[in-house]
T-cell receptor
Framework: DAGVTQSPTHLIKTRGQQVTLRCSPKSGHDTVSWYQQALGQGPQFIFQ???????QRGNFPDRFSGHQFPNYSSELNVNALLLGDSALYLCASSLEPGLAGYNEQFFGPGTRLTVL | AQKVTQAQTEISVVEKEDVTLDCVYETRDTTYYLFWYKQPPSGELVFLIR??????QNEISGRYSWNFQKSTSSFNFTITASQVVDSAVYFC???????????FGAGTRLTVKP
């Protein structure tokens, strides 16, 4: 059973460019969350997708956008890249918790983005 | 707003020593979940434990144990008889019921020397 997979592993871009990162959730999971982890810091929540819609968003500008496909996979897009966008981008998948309150998130290995 | 503080940035111990990683959290909500994750150099976050706010029982899993105290808003993690393979960055995290924004602490880098 494959876990959460992300591509690419590493990426180098220059300021002002746009980037797309991809995530395939763990089999059976329908919810995908994205996190940004700057060097030496904890992950920060960007947004979560469920049923192909953005369900909740953290404190990130509109340059960060996403998409979820019918097969539950997801993309994170970042426009007009800044040097400060350099980070490890983590994807996490889970089952929609419903009334249970919470379901465990499984994290992928991340995509390391470097903006020059 | 919720917040997680891990005051220890880095800890270095010698193999077989016991080590405790501290975690203090802040929230006004009464229903929440606390977590510990391990992040090895590969980058993937590895789930270690989850606790909900109504379950203050301490837990032991092999060499790992967790001490949850609501009175001090702490959720500390102890590794007994540490091993070199325990070297990693450890994160404490908090999520509120009905909220999808998991808040992480800044992490504690643990180095276990042989």
């Amino acid at each position: 059973d494959a876990g959460v997979t992300q591509s690419p592993t590493h990426l180098i871009k220059t300021r002002g460019q746009q980037v797309t990162l991809r995530c395939s959730p763990k089999s059976g999971h329908d919810t995908v969350s994205w996190y940004q982890q700057a060097l030496g810091q904890g992950p920060q929540f960007i947004f979560q997708y469920y049923e192909e819609e953005e369900r909740q968003r953290g404190n990130f500008p509109d340059r960060f956008s996403g998409h979820q496909f019918p097969n539950y996979s997801s993309e994170l897009n970042v426009n007009a890249l800044l040097l400060g966008d350099s980070a490890l981008y983590l994807c996490a998948s889970s089952l929609e918790p419903g009334l249970a309150g919470y379901n465990e998130q499984f994290f992928g290995p991340g995509t390391r983005l470097t903006v020059l | 707003a919720q917040k997680v503080t891990q005051a220890q940035t880095e800890i270095s111990v010698v193999e077989k020593e016991d080590v405790t990683l501290d975690c203090v959290y802040e929230t006004r909500d009464t229903t929440y979940y606390l977590f510990w994750y391990k992040q090895p150099p590969s980058g993937e976050l590895v789930f270690l434990i989850r606790r909900n706010s109504f379950d203050e029982q301490n837990e032991i899993s092999g060499r790992y144990s967790w001490n949850f105290q609501k009175s001090t808003s702490s959720f500390n993690f102890t590794i007994t008889a540490s091993q070199v393979v325990d070297s990693a960055v450890y994160f404490c995290a908090l999520i509120l019921r009905g909220n999808n924004d998991m808040r992480f602490g800044a992490g504690t880098r643990l180095t276990v020397k042989p």
